[in-house]
């Protein structure tokens, strides 16, 4: 395709992008030059984005003092398991409603999205008292539930899109060589929607990793909590430490910045041919 643009509109397209980058990459860059930064320097008169002198002590207090691991542990646990779990449901979810003769199946799926429509804070105070009558307070179980809950619906919905652009000739011929309805899922639906797949798990791990409100009232312990609620664990009554928040933020967030470039062409297919129909 030749480029009929004008060398006026790259310049536009060219700027609009700087600004782009500059605004979601900025907040991140400062909190990356915050964590190398000394605590006098972060209380100056005149902040620098140049550490000045350079320091990892925000690092060592942050995994040392303040056993960050532990958290960044617990994540793991719960995120990876959140994932696991609405990719398999979702699938299924996804694939009933698309493959299957179901009456009502969109207004089935209208349920599920209300689910999510629902602010957290008015779910928070029930849900604490039906983890606390099930002895599931201070456990992982109580936050995997949640997040899935939570995740779910998203997940479907992204599955079900990209589910209904697959042809039916497909299935039919599935059918014909003897293919099972589950084996039509597991060998034929699933490998074909890997980018999909991959776009929805990655949105279900990073609302997992990033929740803070359900963990704050489901954990009390450093044995459960997450990375959300051990940040916030940092600061005391007289003082906040700026420095260790910063360096425990970056932390915990370069993981999730690698896997969206890593699987970026997956993310963007995902995302994009949910919506083409044929």
């Known amino acids: 395709m030749n480029d009929t643009r004008s060398p006026l509109q790259s310049i536009a397209i060219y700027l609009g992008a700087l600004l782009i980058l500059i605004w979601s990459a900025g907040p991140f860059l400062w909190q990356f030059s915050t964590s190398f930064q000394l605590d006098k320097a972060l209380t100056s008169g005149s902040p620098s984005l140049i550490p000045s002198p350079f320091t990892l002590e925000h690092y060592y207090n942050a995994f040392v003092e303040k056993q960050l691991h532990r958290y960044v542990w617990n994540s793991l646990v719960v995120s990876l398991a959140t994932t696991f779990l609405c990719l398999f449901v979702g699938s299924l979810a996804a694939f009933a409603l698309s493959r299957l003769n179901i009456k009502g199946r969109f207004g089935i799926l209208m349920v599920i999205l209300s689910v999510s429509m629902f602010p957290q804070i008015a ?48 299935d039919e011929a599935a059918r014909m060589d003897g293919v099972s309805i589950p084996g039509l899922l597991w060998h034929i639906i699933l490998p074909m929607s890997l980018p999909s797949l991959v776009t929805t798990g990655l949105l279900a791990f990073i609302t997992a990793w990033n929740e803070f409100l359900f963990a704050l009232a489901f954990t009390s312990n450093i044995d459960h909590q997450t990375i959300p609620v051990g940040i916030a664990n940092f600061t005391n009554l007289y003082y906040v430490p700026w420095g260790d928040i910063a360096a425990a933020s970056a932390v915990v967030t370069v993981p999730l910045i690698v896997l969206v470039l890593f699987f970026q062409r997956h993310i963007i297919e995902g995302l994009t041919q949910g919506g083409i129909k044929e």
């Open 123 to 170: 779910l928070v105070g029930p849900l604490y008292l039906v983890a606390s009558n099930l002895g599931l307070l201070d456990t992982y179980t109580a936050l995997i539930i949640t997040y899935l809950a939570l995740g779910l619906p998203l997940v479907t919905w992204v599955l079900f899109g990209y589910f209904e652009t697959l042809p039916r000739e497909i």
